[in-house]
Nanobody, 124 residues
Framework: VQLQAYGGGLVQAGGSLRLSCAASGGTFSIYTMGWFRQAPGKEREFAAV????????FYAESVKGRFTISRDNAKNTVFLQMNSLKPEDTAVYYC??????????????????WGQGTEVTVSS
């Protein structure tokens, strides 16, 4: 499975961005999809996950209530709508895919495939 993330950019604090991740080379609808982020000098951290049907979503506490993950299985795409952005949301955002959902989805090692990342910068 190949993943291509896009939609990052520069935004002011309080603004919004929508990230997209297009998948190819596999049966997208069977994969659990997620978003991680990595700020400069920090480790990669979990942000959000959505199960294959879209029926279940989970979020990191730091983004809960501000970010929404969704997917369109017909278009092989997963989205991350980011609202009320803060400077601390500045990071490279990565999409990821896993074949079998695990409750340890917050661990980067649990994921099978990764996209190349898209950079988000939130100015104060």
């Amino acid at each position: 499975v190949q993943l291509q993330a896009y939609g990052g950019g520069l935004v002011q604090a309080g603004g919004s961005l929508r990230l997209s991740c297009a998948a190819s080379g596999g049966t997208f609808s069977i994969y659990t999809m997620g978003w991680f982020r990595q700020a400069p000098g920090k480790e990669r951290e979990f942000a959000a996950v959505i199960t294959w049907s879209g029926g279940n979503t989970f979020y990191a506490e730091s983004v809960k209530g501000r970010f929404t993950i969704s997917r369109d299985n017909a278009k092989n795409t997963v989205f991350l709508q980011m609202n009320s952005l803060k400077p601390e949301d500045t990071a490279v955002y990565y999409c990821a895919a896993m074949r079998y959902y695990t409750s340890r989805h917050y661990l980067s090692t649990a994921w099978d495939y990764w996209g190349q990342g898209t950079e988000v910068t939130v100015s104060s």
